[in-house]
């Protein structure tokens, strides 16, 4: 069945430690995006890649980083210089053109203690 | 800047219809979408509106006014299970070519008994 994957589900992570979360998608679509959602904040847009080696910031982008080596993948990495990143992280994925839905993974929920 | 606005919460009662709102100010109209967000889950999509006019889709629909910057969800003939955030997403135009839906904050609707 085609989907998309992400894992962790639940993360707990230190202060002062990296963290990565896994997006994989066998949809063969172009796009991928990285939001964040905290109570009453809707989704934020963290970064989006279109095409595979390339990747732009979204709203959010101060102390995450990405990758986008592969067509079915996309990782996000949580730095330590991100002040506040206890929040459900959600990837989705999309033809990436003027057309069509995103089709969104089960979320990972990053708690930092 | 883009700027989506929804409703935070409407309560409604099983068997009833319920519509929720989104207006919008974009730099320009790709098209807006509606998904649903059970807590702790992914949103799942629900419509897709481009042209003006009503989409019809079972209990669901969705109309769009591009001229006035607006859409509504009409949910008839509410289940429990409707209980769950509702979410307008609107895709600006872009230049460069991206793609980047915009989520509003989302309306939390509590069906009840």
């Known amino acids: 069945d085609g989907g998309i994957t992400q894992s962790p589900k639940y993360l707990f992570r230190k202060e002062g430690q990296n963290v990565t979360l896994s997006c994989e998608q066998n949809?063969?679509?172009?796009?991928m995006y990285w939001y964040r959602q905290d109570p009453g904040q809707g989704l934020r847009l963290i970064y989006y890649?279109?095409?595979?080696?390339?990747?732009q910031k979204g709203d959010i982008a101060e102390g995450y980083s990405v990758s986008r080596e592969k067509k079915e993948s996309f990782p996000l990495t949580v730095t330590s210089a991100q002040k506040n990143p206890t929040a459900f992280y959600l990837c989705a994925s999309g033809r990436g053109i003027n057309t069509g839905e995103l089709f969104f993974g089960e979320g990972s929920r990053l708690t930092v203690l | 800047g883009q700027n989506i606005d929804q409703p935070t919460e409407m309560t409604a009662t099983e068997g009833a219809i319920v519509q929720i709102n989104c207006t919008y100010q974009t730099s320009g109209f790709n098209g807006l979408f509606w998904y649903q967000q059970h807590a702790g889950e992914a949103p799942t999509f629900l419509s897709y509106n481009v042209l003006d006019g009503l989409e019809e889709k079972g209990r669901f629909s969705s109309f769009l006014s591009r001229s006035k910057g607006y859409s509504y969800l009409l949910l008839k003939e509410l289940q429990m299970k409707d209980s769950a955030s509702y979410l307008c997403?609107?895709?600006?135009?872009?230049?460069?070519?991206?793609?980047?839906?915009?989520f509003g904050r989302g309306t939390s609707l509590i069906v009840h008994p």
């Open positions: 890649s279109q095409i595979v080696n390339d990747f």
């Open positions: 997403a609107v895709i600006p135009m872009s230049g460069g070519g991206s793609y980047i839906p915009t």
């Open positions: 949809l063969n679509h172009d796009a």
